[in-house]
């Protein structure tokens, strides 16, 4: 290594970011046999939906309220925001209870499981911010209801929901950037420490001595009807 390479941020960044997530890690061409399992798919399924709603979001937001409300195709693209967002709850719920039934925060994945279900807590307030920008009834009735239960809350002054600009600036920017982010940090912390392993295949690896089986009961024979009567 040259003095110049050792003096450059991005030669130091690179060896660090290579040293905590090397390519096998990062692009691996092969998982464990336990990942075909249905509860692993979930995972796969929201972030999928995640990539809908994205390029879905960005043609609703550079066509406007007057395109999705109007036409055909944009109420076809908005059906497709709505089903896909309806999609992304429902089965990022799966992914999460299913982790957390199977203790997915096990062999120093802690902050695995944290990101995930900080995505799960900043999705909502993304969800709540899109349907105050509908600029409908729906999102005028939806915004009163929720200005109030922000004011009961002790947060209406941070928040306006009756502003559309304000609400449609946060869900199109800065509720999605945050999403995007914490996704890519869940997928890169996955990466590097792996798919949690279910409790069996764990404790086997740790040598843990498994419950020998209940003895098999003899099988009845005539003598014992006999004896027994």
């Given at each position: 290594m040259s003095a110049v390479e050792e003096r450059s941020w991005t030669g130091r960044l690179r060896r660090r970011a290579v040293a905590a997530l090397p390519p096998e890690k990062l692009l691996p061409d092969k998982q464990p046999s336990y990942v075909a399992s249905w509860i692993y798919v979930f995972g796969v399924l929201s972030l999928s939906a995640l990539i809908v709603i994205i390029a879905s979001g960005t043609i609703l937001a550079l066509k406007g309220p007057t395109w999705w409300h109007f036409t055909g195709v944009g109420h076809f693209f908005n059906s497709i925001h709505l089903w896909s967002?309806?999609?992304?709850?429902?089965?990022?719920?799966?992914?999460l209870w299913g982790k957390y039934w199977m203790a997915a925060w096990r062999g120093g994945r802690a902050r695995v499981w944290i990101t995930g279900a900080v995505t799960f807590l900043v999705a909502i307030p993304c969800a709540l911010t899109g349907y105050v920008s509908q600029q409908n009834f729906d999102a005028q009735w939806i915004s009163t209801q929720a200005k109030d239960a922000m004011n009961a809350a002790g947060i209406?002054?941070?928040?306006?929901?009756?502003?559309?600009?304000q609400m449609y600036?946060?869900?199109?920017?800065?509720?999605?950037?945050?999403?995007?982010?914490?996704?890519?940090?869940?997928?890169?912390?996955?990466?590097k420490h792996g798919v949690v392993p279910p409790f069996v295949l764990q404790d086997k690896a740790a040598g843990t001595p498994q419950p020998a089986p209940p003895p098999a009961e003899p099988a009845a024979t005539?003598?014992?009807?006999?004896?027994?009567?």
């Open positions: 967002v309806e999609l992304f709850f429902f089965v990022m719920v799966i992914h209406g002054a941070f928040f306006n929901l009756l502003n559309f600009g600036s946060w869900h199109v920017l800065l509720l999605p950037a945050a999403v995007v982010g914490i996704v890519i940090a869940h997928i890169l912390l996955v990466r005539a003598a014992d009807g006999e004896r027994s009567l």
